[in-house]
């Protein structure tokens, strides 16, 4: 069934968006303009300006555009069947694969990262990525917990902090990375290991997660 067509307004406002992580994956943040926007889409800047009064809130719903598609797809690499320890591993990895397939898109999010580090909204929207990267991960450790495959002496929060830690480094690498240095067939193997380190679950089939095209890919806008 074909979705219902989006209203102007959305369509106009979803066009802003797409076109603004293209200038500011290209250009950065500084340098992206709301005219440059606006010549790219055809609209005139006041129209631009109509949806998003200040950069930062343009800015802003870049990034949760960003982080609702990488949900969306490491969400869907789950199964019904799966049990927490596959579940964790599956989020483990697709969030790299994420990175590494949609490279473009993830260096807006390390721009984030920078600006976090002197201005303070920045810094406030890095911080709320972080927490629900936490958040997500605190529910297959406590699934875990229950199903009793998991065995996490120093409690689930801190094994939550520890590995979006080291998730959010290896997205980095990811991202960042010149072409083919990311060992993608190793990388499931890699991450079993973390996450047996972690809470002592194994698992003895070969493969879970299906690696996907490494050719490059644009958040809402195709591959």
Same mark, same amino acid.
């Given at each position: @069934? ?43 800047? $006041? ?40 579940? +964790? ?13 949609? %490279? ?24 709320? @990525? ?10 297959? +450790?406590?699934?875990?917990? %229950?199903?009793?495959?998991? %065995?996490?002496? $120093? ?15 290896? @997205?980095?690498?990811?991202? $960042? ?33 299906? +690696?996907? $095209?490494?050719?490059?890919? %644009? ?5």
């Amino acid at each position: @069934m074909a979705r219902p067509a989006l209203p102007k307004g959305e369509k106009t406002r979803q066009n802003i968006i797409r076109t603004a992580l293209r200038l500011v994956a290209k250009r950065g943040f500084s340098e992206t303009s709301f005219q440059m926007i606006a010549d790219a889409l055809g609209l005139s800047q $006041s129209a631009v300006l109509y949806h998003y009064k200040t950069k930062y809130a343009l800015f802003e719903d870049t990034i949760k555009t960003i982080v609702r598609h990488n949900h969306e797809t490491v969400n869907a690499l789950t199964r019904m069947t799966d049990n927490a320890g596959q579940r +964790l591993v599956k989020h483990c990895l697709g969030n790299v694969l994420w990175a590494h397939r949609y %490279r473009a898109d993830g260096q807006v999010l390390i721009l984030l990262y920078y600006f976090a580090c002197f201005e303070r909204k920045f810094t406030s929207l890095f911080t709320q @990525m972080m927490e629900r990267g936490r958040e997500r991960l605190m529910v297959h +450790l406590l699934a875990g917990e %229950r199903e009793g495959l998991f %065995r996490l002496p $120093s409690g689930p929060a801190t094994a939550a902090e520890t590995l979006q830690d080291a998730l959010f480094g290896a @997205m980095l690498h990811a991202i $960042s990375a010149p072409e083919g240095s990311v060992p993608r067939g190793e990388l499931e193997g890699k991450w079993r290991q973390v996450v047996a380190a972690h809470t002592g679950w194994t698992d003895p089939r070969p493969s879970l997660v299906t +690696l996907p $095209s490494p050719r490059e890919g %644009r958040v809402g806008g195709g591959e």
